[in-house]
């Protein structure tokens, strides 16, 4: 079982594709109400690692709690925001009625969304500040402004930890400082939040914990500990010659 201080505990995953292996070996601890980052060098399974760990694709071998419990025991805790690239935005739906959709897995598959869910849906759109855009058709949005409303779907579900795939990849200043403003929000509530990041020069501003990830974890920890051009270097291999920190 978990300590009391470990939200998500991963232990010997591996996942390969045929017979090359994406993730080896990870073992990972995810500390409470931490605001933690993955990053790594194109190709290291940052991605992946946390599909693996949502169990949304199959793992070769090793074990993933959360909260002390299997994924499939908790996942009305767990809210999910994928990579934009990976969403039909072609659909024909709102952005009031895509954040709805975030209700449905606590309603139940045959009960509708009510006033609670719309209100829900509407407080939420309002904290990302998409009100203003809640009739509009989701594929009419900017790329900034669909990771506001994806994200907004994330906050209607209420859950305890919260998995972001590269949400700030491809927008604007504004809806960066938007969306990592609601994050620090949700941090500070005491909830948690892992982030697969690309940017390495805002890691030491906007996280407090990180996991260096090339195939396997070269380091973890809170970000003034780990987060070194020693251990960059390391993870990202010799040839890495910038300074970050």
Same mark, same amino acid.
Not at 36 to 46: E, L, Q, R, S
Not at 146 to 165: C, H, K, P, S, T
Not at 166 to 189: A, S, W
């Given at each position: 079982?978990?300590? !009391?201080?470990?939200? *998500?505990?991963?232990?010997?995953? /591996?996942?390969?594709?045929?017979?090359? @292996?994406?993730?080896?070996?990870?073992?990972?601890?995810?500390?409470?109400?931490?605001?933690? #980052?993955? +990053?790594? @060098?194109?190709?290291?399974?940052?991605?992946?690692?946390?599909? #693996?760990?949502?169990?949304?694709?199959?793992?070769?071998?090793?074990?993933?709690?959360?909260?002390?419990?299997?994924?499939? =025991? +908790?996942?009305?805790?767990?809210?999910?925001?994928? =990579?934009?690239?990976?969403?039909?935005?072609?659909?024909?739906?709102?952005?009031?009625?895509? $954040?709805?959709?975030?209700?449905?897995?606590?309603?139940?598959?045959?009960?509708?969304?009510?006033?609670?869910?719309?209100?829900?849906?509407?407080?939420?759109?309002?904290?990302?500040?998409?009100?203003?855009?809640?009739?509009?058709?989701?594929? =009419?949005?900017?790329?900034? =402004?669909?990771?506001?409303?994806?994200?907004?779907?994330?906050?209607?579900?209420? #859950?305890?930890?919260?998995?972001?795939?590269?949400? !700030?990849?491809?927008?604007?200043?504004?809806?960066?400082? /938007?969306?990592?403003?609601?994050?620090?929000?949700?941090?500070? &509530?005491?909830?948690? *939040?892992?982030?697969?990041?690309?940017?390495?020069?805002?890691? @030491?501003?906007?996280?407090?914990?990180?996991?260096?990830?090339? *195939?396997?974890?070269?380091? &973890?920890? @809170? *970000?003034?500990?780990?987060?070194?051009?020693?251990?960059?270097? &390391?993870?990202?291999?010799?040839?890495?010659?910038? $300074?970050?920190?």
């Amino acid at each position: 079982m978990l300590g !009391l201080d470990t939200v *998500v505990h991963v232990e010997d995953l /591996t996942v390969a594709y045929g017979e090359k @292996p994406v993730l080896w070996d990870v073992d990972l601890h995810i500390p409470k109400g931490r605001m933690t #980052a993955i +990053v790594g @060098p194109n190709g290291a399974g940052k991605s992946t690692l946390m599909k #693996a760990i949502l169990g949304v694709i199959d793992r070769t071998s090793g074990y993933v709690e959360i909260f002390g419990e299997e994924v499939d =025991q +908790v996942k009305g805790k767990i809210a999910y925001v994928p =990579q934009s690239g990976s969403v039909d935005w072609d659909f024909p739906t709102t952005v009031l009625d895509v $954040v709805m959709m975030g209700t449905y897995g606590k309603l139940g598959l045959f009960k509708k969304p009510g006033k609670r869910e719309r209100d829900l849906a509407l407080s939420a759109l309002k904290k990302v500040r998409m009100e203003d855009f809640v009739n509009r058709q989701i594929s =009419q949005l900017s790329g900034g =402004q669909q990771q506001r409303v994806f994200l907004a779907r994330a906050l209607v579900q209420e #859950a305890d930890i919260y998995f972001l795939d590269e949400p !700030l990849k491809g927008v604007d200043l504004r809806t960066e400082h /938007t969306i990592m403003e609601i994050l620090n929000g949700l941090r500070d &509530e005491g909830k948690n *939040v892992l982030v697969v990041h690309h940017d390495l020069k805002t890691v @030491p501003t906007y996280f407090d914990d990180v996991v260096l990830l090339n *195939v396997r974890v070269y380091y &973890e920890g @809170p *970000v003034e500990e780990v987060f070194t051009n020693e251990n960059i270097r &390391e993870t990202f291999g010799t040839g890495k010659e910038e $300074v970050y920190v």
